[in-house]
């Protein structure tokens, strides 16, 4: 029997379908995510010319986007009453550009995957002292989701791009802020238990950081697989409150 033929955009969903479900945990983690970034049914022409498009909205859409994430991670650390030293954006995310527009930004020369960050002093700080700047800039993540579905149903590129950005450092955050605050969540849990059991440990000897790190990076996937879930669910209910749109279907 002859197969049925397909069009390029059944067999592009068949195939990220295809390695999704082939990998569970993956498409538990990242599934919704690589789906939302998934832009290659909104260009038209050959399929690796709609992949090299896709990557493009991506990859400018997070470098446009760096000044308001360091921006976002400095403003918590003085909302909290600290000092910043530094506020860096790579040259390579526009850095020469934005030191000239924005007071206070310096730029520097970083690898391609760092777009900037924050140096800030704090002596003896409190766990919300170090998670709240840290997770500061997640807070663009529902917004993001918002214009980059609508951007999708509407072929708004420009939504589009900066619907990606916002997104795809939410994923970059696997990688660094959101890992750092899952690892400084079980540190600190692990602080306050041995002070209250009346065994005050310093959790920087005996290794004791490293062996935390194992369940920090645990703690650190269930916060991005569960805050993307959550901030995804609630952009879609606004999105049948006001547009009247089926969010069941796929976008
Ligand atoms: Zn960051």
Not at 181 to 206: F, K, L, T, W
Request: overall charge positive.
């Amino acid at each position: 029997m002859r197969k049925p033929h397909l069009g390029l955009e059944e067999k592009t969903a068949l195939g990220t379908q295809k390695f999704l479900s082939r990998y569970t945990t993956i498409d538990y983690l990242f599934g919704e995510f690589i789906r939302d970034l998934d832009l290659t049914e909104i260009f038209k022409g050959k399929k690796l010319r709609r992949i090299d498009k896709n990557v493009a909205c991506i990859y400018i859409g997070s470098h446009l986007l760096t000044p308001i994430h360091e921006l976002l991670h400095a403003g918590a650390n003085k909302l909290l009453g600290y000092e910043n030293q530094k506020i860096v954006i790579g040259n390579l995310d526009g850095g020469f550009l934005w030191e000239k527009i924005i007071p206070g930004v310096t730029a520097e020369n970083l690898p391609l995957w760092k777009g900037g960050y924050v140096l800030c002093h704090k002596s003896s700080p409190s766990l919300t002292d170090i998670v709240i700047p840290g997770l500061a800039p997640y807070i663009m993540t529902p917004i993001g989701i918002y214009l980059l579905l609508e951007g999708k149903r509407r072929k708004c590129i420009p939504m589009i791009i900066a619907g990606c950005g916002f997104v795809a450092y939410h994923a970059d955050a696997v990688f660094g802020d959101i890992m750092k605050a899952g690892g400084d969540i079980v540190i600190g849990a692990a602080d306050y238990c041995c002070r209250i059991a009346g065994h005050p440990m310093n959790m920087n000897e005996n290794g004791l950081k490293y062996i935390l790190a194992i369940p920090g990076v645990f703690v650190g996937l269930a916060l991005w697989r569960y805050s993307y879930h959550y901030f995804r669910r609630a952009v879609n209910y606004i999105r049948e409150k006001a547009h009247g749109i089926d969010s069941t279907l796929p976008t």
